[in-house]
Each structure stands twice: as C-alpha cells, then as structure tokens.
C-alpha cells in the first residue's frame, strides 16, 4: 500500500531542527501543529510512505505518484491553517481516500468543538473563548466577561502544561506575564472540579480509530494539571490506582458507549483523541478533543507497565486495518 502523508508548514512560517547533520535532506525537523503517528507505527513492508511538504511559499505544480491511500498529518487549526486550506486542494485534485480530511480538522479548533458536543446527555461542557489580548488585564477583562474564576489560560497552538495556567482570583493576574502579548490568540476556559472524592484528580484519554473508542490510558494525580509524570510520582507505588486503569482499558469503552458514539458522530474525525474527567455528578468534562494526540509513545516517558504495551499493540493494529479498509474503498 502507497500511502500520502500531508505534512503542513505552520502559518508562522517556522519550524524546529531536532538534529543537524549538515545535510539539508537528512536533518531531522519539527514541524508543529502536525501528527507524527507514522513516524510511531513501525516499519512495515506493506507500507510505503511518501511525504508531501504543504504550506509556506506557493510552489509549482504538485506532482505525486501512484497512490492508494492519503493521511492527513495536519491536526491544529491554530496554527495551521494555511497549509490546511492547501491540503484541501490536494485532496480534491487527487480524488483518493482520505484519513482525517482537512476540511472536519478545521472544525476541530477548541472553542468549536464546545459548539460541536453541545447538548450530549451526561457531559459537562466548560466555557471556552479564543481571544487575542495585549496585556494580563486584557486577559482578566476577557475571562470576567465571559468565563469567570476560576478560569484556564493556554496559548492557541499549545498542547504541553509549560503554557497552560489556573487563574483563582483577580490577584493572580501576576502570572499571566509569562505570556507574550505581541498579538497572539489564548484560550480562555472555564474550570470544572472534577477531584474525586479520594482528592485525587484523573485524566482518561480516548482514542477514536474509525469510529471506535480505545482507551488508552487513565493518569490519577494530587494537583489539577495532570501530567505523564504522576506515573512515576504516584501510580507506581499504589497497586489500586494500576488496577482502576487496567480496568479502564479493558471496561472503558463498553463504559462510554453511548457517549463515545455520539461524541465520534458529531466530530466526524477518522482519527483522534479525547482527554476527559469524571466531575462527582458522573458526567464526562472534555479538557482536550483533536487529532494532534500520540497515541503510541515514542517519546521522553516511555509506558511503564506491561498493559500499556498491550494497549499500544492494539492500536496500532486497529490503525493498520482502518488504512487497508480505506484503501480498497471501505
């Protein structure tokens, strides 16, 4: 199988050198606002992969060979949505099955995909904004009309906790200026308790794979922003905390059915991620829904138990299959 992946340059034109080699063509690049889930699939024989650069300056005419199948890498609306646009000519040119069709990623931005789950029975939907604003108190003004405390404050195009903020009170606006304000977007949301009544808070991770869900992990944490790391800080030394993810995995999805369905339905993605919480009432509280999400590893934390291993074998086979089922038009 001959396989397209379309790779976007993002709006502002930059991208990151991982590893010069002091070739221009064997360097190793980031480019941000893109999946990497290739790069994490394996080598395989029956997989040819070609890469399509889009984005950045108008180039001549695009000429590609032979192919079976195209995968749309470009996953941020953020900060991508040129090349996005440009996706969209290719894939029409082209006249190929799609995964993940530029046109349904641009839908997927933070602010619309609160607009997409409104009214799904037994989620908790926190109010969220995309403003630009040139000072903290910009900011502040925008999240008291709109959001109130406490709220969150993410740069648009950001995914990591480096860039991620929780606002109490009028008196935190302090720590906000570590954010530039030259004229970029943030996301202002608001904050749902979801800490159990252990005084634990969790994040459950979904990935959907051509309609169905697979879960992929459950992180339990003592501090609001859960991260990875709370693995090795907390779950590693409580056996109950492994066991309820265990079951999460195994349990989850015929758990979520329902809401699992119609959230797949209403995002219409071939391929993404959902990272939710459990507030004391039993409803699902979204905190992250795009395609952007590694789902295999392949990075500095590697899955520390054995189920997660398992969990990753399964998923990847279940992508493998959605490829092979789109190529020959199913």
């Not at 994490?40 to 005419?61: D, F, H, I, M, Q």
């Not at 304000?181 to 009544?197: C, K, M, N, P, Q």
Request: proline letters at 5%.
């Amino acid at each position: 199988m001959r396989l397209l992946n379309l790779v976007g340059i993002p709006d502002s034109g930059k991208i990151r050198v991982l590893q010069n080699r002091g070739d221009l063509f064997r360097s190793d690049f980031h480019f941000p606002g893109n999946l990497p889930l290739l790069e994490y699939l394996g080598r395989t024989g029956a997989l040819e992969v070609v890469t399509l650069l889009l984005g950045g300056l108008k180039s001549s005419e695009i000429r590609v060979g032979p192919t079976d199948l195209i995968f749309n890498s470009i996953c941020d609306p953020d900060i991508n949505a040129h090349a996005l646009n440009v996706a969209a000519e290719v894939i029409e040119a082209l006249e190929k099955p799609v995964i993940n069709d530029p046109r349904w990623i641009v839908r997927s931005g933070r602010e619309n995909v609160v607009r997409l789950l409104e009214g799904v029975e037994g989620v908790r939907l926190p109010s969220v904004i995309r403003t630009v604003a040139r000072s903290a108190n910009e900011l502040i003004e925008a999240a008291e009309r709109s959001v109130r405390y406490p709220f969150l404050v993410r740069e648009a195009g950001k995914h990591g906790g480096k860039t991620f903020l929780k606002i109490d009170r009028p008196s935190e606006e302090w720590k906000l200026h570590c954010f530039p304000f030259d004229g970029r977007a943030y996301y202002l949301s608001s904050f749902v308790e979801t800490r159990g009544e252990d005084g634990l808070y969790r994040k459950y991770r979904m990935v959907f794979i051509d309609g169905e869900p697979w879960p992929r992990h459950m992180i339990a944490s003592r501090e609001w922003m859960v991260h990875v790391g709370s693995r090795r800080e907390l779950m590693a030394n409580v056996a109950s905390l492994r066991r309820e993810e265990e079951e999460f995995l195994t349990e989850g999805s015929e758990k979520f059915a329902h809401l699992c369905a119609e959230i797949g339905h209403r995002v219409g993605l071939d391929f993404f991620g959902l990272d939710f919480g459990i507030n004391r009432e039993g409803q699902l509280v979204p905190f992250e829904l795009n395609a952007c999400m590694n789902v295999l590893g392949g990075g500095t934390h590697p899955a520390p138990f054995d189920y997660h291993n398992r969990r990753s074998d399964e998923i990847r086979q279940s992508i493998f299959a959605m490829m092979r089922r789109r190529a020959i038009g199913h």
